[in-house]
């Protein structure tokens, strides 16, 4: 349903409430929210069966108006998403340029490869892109770009180069939730 224009928002509140019940108010609200400004971006997941079996996807951001011919990092193998049966999966979203110019979800699987935790591998691929920038934090300012990791053991972890980042996640033992990412760098 297309957002309805502005100063109609008590009306069709009304009119999905009634067509949703038992929703909450904070839900309705939300939900106006994201018709009226619609998320976008790029979405990583990693998966590890009962059986150990691992699969991953990386989707391509759905923001309008991209930059003629641009492809990000998502559809290049080892840029936005990397998956290797034996060790584990990564993958990444936020600014896929340079994400690419460290490979990023190939190095942090080859970091875990190497004995790296998961957190360790998704920082030191941000450490990477810092040092792309002389670790200049005014450049960097404008560059946000999270790496997630899931190991073969199903230890995980994820990493942002700026603070209060999150990331969601379900395990079966738990109900779905979100976590605070590791950071390189403080968001002031």
């Not at 839900?27 to 929210?33: D, G, K, R, S, V």
């Not at 790296?116 to 920082?123: F, I, R, S, V």
Request: contains cysteine.
């Amino acid at each position: 349903m297309d957002a309805p224009p502005g100063g109609r928002k008590a009306e069709v509140l009304r009119e999905i409430k009634e067509l949703f019940p038992k929703a909450g108010d904070d839900l309705l609200a939300e939900a106006w929210e994201n018709a009226i400004h619609p998320p976008h971006g790029t979405i990583n997941c990693i998966a590890l069966n009962a059986r150990g079996e691992m699969s991953a996807i990386t989707t391509t951001s759905g923001m309008a108006w991209k930059i003629p011919g641009r492809c990000g990092d998502s559809p290049i193998l080892g840029g936005g998403l990397w998956l290797d049966q034996d060790v584990g999966g990564a993958g990444s979203t936020g600014r896929g340029e340079e994400n690419l110019r460290v490979c990023g979800a190939a190095t942090v699987v080859e970091n875990m490869r190497h004995g790296m935790t998961p957190k360790d591998a998704c920082l030191d691929a941000l450490k990477r892109v810092s040092r792309n920038f002389n670790d200049d934090l005014k450049r960097l300012a404008a560059i946000d770009l999270q790496f997630y990791a899931l190991r073969k053991d199903g230890r995980y972890a994820a990493a942002s180069l700026w603070s209060k980042a999150q990331f969601a996640v379900c395990t079966g033992d738990q109900p779905a939730r979100h976590e605070s990412c590791v950071y390189l760098n403080e968001r002031k």
